[in-house]
């Protein structure tokens, strides 16, 4: 596999947080829907950083003009701006909320509705029979948040960006030092979005339509967005959404949606090319599988193998696919699966890790489409709705 798909930042000194002094500022004042706070509070705050040289970073920027009400939260790398409903709006302003305390308030209260009050020495949040008072920030500390003013953009289904993420960001590696595997690379060509995630053991795939607006993105710029920007993406896109907008500014990847704009920076690097990897089809066995059915095998299989002994023989043959599991500690297991298939016998080595992860993605009543050649060639998995994925084989000591 190696071959075929090869392609920290030093912190500052902690500096004291300073907080306003002398006279309190104008007032902030508003109430809430505690409960639509809150999923907004917990979406923005997954952003910011539990430990941080810049203290002000482990804490929520909360702007609230004559009409909006916006969360904040960066950590140099990923930031977002999300719009709060439920809001009553008394008196503009600016507060630094604590992800930790005054997340635990708004979990923690059993009110309908909170009233917040925030000058420039602290934020008070009143409940029916509760009452708060934390200390103040100072708002100027807090970096600048990208927002969403691009004129030359691409617009995706919001339905197909979540399935985009969903189905190749868990094939990433955070882990390598292959800085460029702990991203989904993004290209667009011929009114096509194609999403792309791979640790160098297995590749996932998928592509769906795009719109454009004024340019498109650089064919040549390698656009590759963390793994935890697409899984926060995924998050804050709701489904129910018509549209996504994404956008690429400089060194940035940008998307907006109705209420929320996400900005990551992106990865640099050399990104395997994904063409390459998928096999030219034919010559091998090609079969259509139950997603539910094969996915439940598989995991029976999976029981006996171990960090030594990972691998599952998958054997064709006779209408039947064998799932076979063996690990001197643990022991041996052997799940039949009927199949529509009664050609030569074929046997690959597969880590069952990575045939569930494709599997768990997919719905259970559907089918996949599973291709191999031999027990040297890679298994391809694919379906009919633009998905594709490639494992590599495992060499076992017979």
Known sequence: MSTALEATHEGEPAAESSRPTGKAGPTMKIS??????????????????????????????????????????TDLEVGIRHEVTGIDIQSS????????RFGSILRESTDTTLHIESDGQGTTIRGERSQFRLPAENPAEFPQVAGFDESDFHTVPARLLRELIRRTAFATDNESSRY???????????????AIGTDGRRLAKMTGPVGTNGKAIDASQTTIIPTRAMTLIERAVDPAEDEVRIAVKGNEFLVHTARATISARMLEGRFPDWKKVFPESGGGVKLDLAVGATLTAARQAQIATSDESRGIDFTFGEGMLVLSGKAA???????????????????????????????????????????????ESAAVCSTDDGYGYVIMPLARDR
């Open 180 to 194: 460029a595997l702990g991203g989904v690379k993004l290209e667009v060509e011929d009114d096509q979005l194609t």
């Open 32 to 73: 809430c829907d505690r409960e639509q706070l809150l999923q907004a509070f917990q979406t923005v705050a997954s952003v910011a950083p539990s430990r941080s040289p810049k203290p002000i970073l482990q804490n929520v920027k909360l702007e609230v003009t004559d009409q909006t009400a916006t969360l904040l939260a």
């Open 93 to 100: 302003g600016v507060a630094i909320l604590s992800v930790t």
């Open 329 to 375: 500690e643990v022991g041996q297991s052997r799940v039949e699966l009927p199949i529509g298939y009664d050609g030569d016998e074929l046997t690959v080595t597969l880590d069952p890790r990575f045939v569930v992860d494709f599997l768990k993605v997919l719905d259970a009543d559907k089918t996949f489409c599973f291709e191999v050649k031999d027990a």
